[in-house]
């Protein structure tokens, strides 16, 4: 018998040179701090992280420590949403071979086109963050896909971070412009991701546990790559495959403790109201027997990501420290606060001495109140150009892993002590573009935009502070 294993052109090639800004081109460290950029995002590959969890020896299929005998198995479905649906399901289909009998894959338009070459995989592009028709026109395939499935079929659900947006199937009494402006109202208020996927669990057909409602009876297994702090299953793309948690009352709260009732449709309103009264049925919960039959894998996470980063960094001769994977907080507030961190370390040595490479994880927030476009990374680096002023010999940089930061073509930016002096000669006030939420404009004429594109991965932000 011969195993088979994933082998085809879909892995992530993360060439340094991506990451590369007019900062770090001037730099003589700079192509070191680039390796380690991208030895973060490699850690993360889609297809290997599939590869390393998804075995076939012939009839034999483990996924995980979930065992198969595909003689007993009729028929094998590929459900796959988010940023990095693609490469997954390349490499799931290229493991199960003639095997696999038919898929579906959600991905985000405006991402590189990977070379597909089976007819049994069906691709659509879909809009993020904010929902399109291609999202719900994909997700009613899915739909109906799987309300034909029997106990004797497998269904592998491939999850990545986006899936939330990418995958939209509304309740029937709310539109998908009323999604949209749901959407953005939370994206603006500075909600984190737990509350923000609350609100999508409790207005849609698929999220919080329902998709895993409509394949039951199959056998199902979830490939998880995880872009939520602490790898909460319930948030990961807002837990269409298992038990949910929240409630419609706790998704009413939300909207209330933002003073979001007036930039909420009423549809969306009367819907959750209906649900908190018991006139709609909760989302399944744990107790529930659909979940008998489910498994669930996180095969990648910010973790990952920010170990590797730290052990590329080691191997560079850098004393290295894991600050967090679980940074959280607006944006604004952060910067300031790390760039200390750098400050401390030229001044005292501590927490580690120079030359220091210090990794913090996670996801801010931007509470949007000017006219630009925001981005929390880029958010997170300006916040950060003062206090870092003047430091010699010093970097920090705020990277969002799927190469997209909000709505920009960025995914972060990079911040040096000499950040402010440039900007100051160019006559651009730091404090000026934090008030309005223009990063973009402010680090744009200084060509320190972090522009790598997509990277078909998604595990959170990292930060990462040098001192050389």
């Not at 490469?87 to 086109?113: C, V, W």
């Not at 971070?161 to 949209?180: M, R």
């Not at 030359?355 to 000017?370: F, S």
Request: hydrophobic share 40%.
């Amino acid at each position: 018998m011969t195993a088979r294993s994933a082998s085809g052109p879909y892995s992530i090639a993360m060439d340094p040179g991506r990451f590369l800004t007019s900062s770090l081109r001037s730099s003589p460290h700079g192509e070191v701090v680039t390796g380690i950029l991208a030895a973060a995002i490699s850690a993360v590959d889609p297809a290997n992280a599939v590869a390393k969890c998804l075995q076939r020896d012939d009839n034999h299929l483990e996924i995980g420590t979930q065992s198969y005998d595909l003689k007993a198995i009729q028929r094998i479905l590929l459900i796959g949403f988010g940023k990095a649906s693609l490469p997954m399901g390349q490499a799931a289909a290229d493991i199960l071979g003639e095997k696999f009998t038919k898929g579906i894959l959600i991905t985000k338009s405006h991402h590189p086109s990977l070379a597909i070459d089976n007819p049994q995989l069906s691709i659509a592009n879909a809009s993020h963050p904010v929902p399109d028709e291609s999202g719900v026109e994909g997700a009613q395939k899915i739909i109906h896909l799987l309300k034909e499935t029997s106990a004797e079929d497998l269904v592998i659900f491939l999850i990545s971070g986006g899936g939330s947006a990418l995958l939209t199937a509304p309740v029937p009494e709310v539109s998908l412009h009323d999604l949209q402006m749901l959407n953005k109202a939370l994206l603006s208020c500075g909600a984190d991701i737990d509350e923000i996927n609350t609100l999508r669990k409790h207005v849609s057909q698929v999220k919080g546990g329902n998709l895993a409602r409509l394949a039951c009876p199959a056998q199902m297994v979830s490939l998880i790559l995880s872009d939520v702090i602490g790898d909460p299953l319930d948030v990961i793309a807002s837990g269409p495959t298992v038990p949910d948690p929240t409630t419609y009352t706790e998704a009413i709260d939300i909207i209330e403790s933002y003073n979001l009732t007036r930039d909420i449709p009423s549809s969306i309103l009367a819907h959750l109201w209906r649900g908190a009264s018991g006139e709609v049925p909760e989302t399944p919960k744990e107790n529930d027997t659909i979940f008998e039959c489910t498994h669930d894998i996180v095969v990648g996470n910010n973790h990952q990501a920010a170990q590797a980063a730290l052990e590329k960094a080691q191997e560079e001769g850098f004393n290295t420290l894991l600050l967090t994977t679980r940074l959280k907080g607006e944006a604004r507030e952060i910067g300031p606060a790390l760039a200390a961190i750098a400050r401390q370390v030229d001044a005292t040595g501590d927490p580690i001495p120079r030359p220091a490479c210090i990794i913090a994880g996670g996801e801010t927030t931007v509470t949007v109140h000017g006219d630009g476009p925001g981005g929390r990374n880029q958010e997170l680096a300006l916040s950060a150009v003062e206090e870092l002023a003047n430091l010699e010999d010093a970097l920090l940089i705020a990277l969002a892993t799927d190469g997209d930061d909000g709505p920009t073509n960025a995914a972060g930016a990079v911040v040096s002590g000499h950040t402010l002096d440039q900007a100051t000669r160019r006559g651009l006030n730091p404090a000026e573009f934090l008030a309005r939420n223009a990063a973009y404009d402010f680090f744009d004429p200084l060509g320190d935009l972090l522009k790598p594109g997509p990277t078909m991965t998604n595990v959170n932000d990292l930060t990462f502070l040098f001192a050389f």
